[in-house]
């Protein structure tokens, strides 16, 4: 079908150009013998205003059209007499492709709550909120492709199902075929999985990080953009249970590098969602007031603060007010920690580094102090903890030793091991969470409404 999107009219259009135009009716209303339709395409948060007088047939095949109707109109491009917008079109022919029932539809009015949309999954990237989150969202993944592609860093597609259990990222999902009513057991009681698909236990991934190291250690600088899936039973605004991660992996990198490529990306993303995104970013400002383009301007141009780990736990002691979980060398930081260190402390994103190797994955490479490791946190006003790296332990009998402390087993993951046996090198690498990102970026409170399908304990319709 021919068709022009509002999008290319409003940007490439010529007064008494013909226009043929596709797209889900607004708002209607008549006035003096002339209809005015609210018309948006998907293509852009405004929408064009069609212009139907009376007497046309047009205007008779629209006296039953509604809120919500998909229609095709071809009209000529005028200059619009109303406010804020440049054009309109005087529609010369209309064609109902779907009328929508005035009462049953349930985005007749404005200003729904989130949580009801929620409800209406299917029907929610029609409002303007969803067209400009998920709008946003499709920049920043092309950014992403972007920053990565013209650095030389190679796209690689690590693997959805994976046999490794060991990530310690977080709990996982079981990918099975075995009869759930005739689960086979072994003598001691347990399942079998060696009759299961794969001959053995498999998951959903956690983490590609893993096989993004080996890609990295034989290609250079790679990156993963993926699917990744965590079954931990955590209902908060910034957990989902299936999420997109976008994991580089440097080979010949230290820490330092590492969180370097973190800013750069950091910044080089919000410069293009400014540049392309302004109208999006307005709305959600200008509705939601947790994002805007001045925000997202200091944030394309500041360096981040930089911390370590054990000097964030003396600021943190030093904090005047009251936290509800203990801060103290060794625990963990609660997002409560976080929130201080950027909303109170820093007044923006910050860097912690060197955490205590106990609360960090094996494969974090040890400090020379033998006690923290070259892990790095990018921390963010709201939100927290939105990347997580580090330099990777490259040394094959430190490597042994910490996994052995840890009670990991190597069986499943001697190939890790061989990185270590052959060419192996200093690398780092980090992972970032894209709907944190698109959250972040977009002042949303929920990570539910960055994503079309969320998916989190006991929710999966859609
Ligand atoms: P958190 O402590 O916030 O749960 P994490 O320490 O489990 O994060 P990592 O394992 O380091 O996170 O994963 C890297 C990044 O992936 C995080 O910085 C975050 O942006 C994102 N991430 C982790 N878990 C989730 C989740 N359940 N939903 C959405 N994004 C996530
Ligand atoms: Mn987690």
Redesign the pocket.
Known sequence: MKRSRIKTILSEGKIGGKVTLCGWVRTKRESKGIAFIALNDGSMQDTLQLVVSEGTSAFQKISNCNTGAAIKATGVLKDSPAQGQRFEVEVLDIEVYGDADPVKYPLQKKGHTLEFLREIGHLRPRTNTFGAVFRVRNILADAVHNFFQERGFIWIHTPIITASDC?G??DLFTVTTLDLKNVPRNEGGDIDFSQDFFGKRAYLT??GQLEAEFLGMSLGNVYAFGP?F?A?N?NTT????E?W?I?PEMAFADLRDDMELAEDFFRSLCSRVLEKCEPEIAFLEKYYKNTSAADLRELASKRFSHITYTEAVKELERAKQKFEFPVKLGL?LQ?EHERYLTDTVFHGPVIVTDYPADIK?FYMRLNDDGKTVAAM??LVPKI??????SQREERLDVLNDRMSRMGIPTENIEWYLDLRRYGSAPHAG????????VQYITGMHN?RDVIPCPRAPQTIKF
Request: net charge negative; no cysteine.
């Open positions: 990530e990222a977080g956690v983490s990744t965590r931990e955590s910034r957990h989902l249970s999420f991660m994991e963990d997002s994955a946190d990018v927290g903890e939105i990347i997580g790296g980090f992972g970032l969470g894209f709907e944190r990102l990570i």
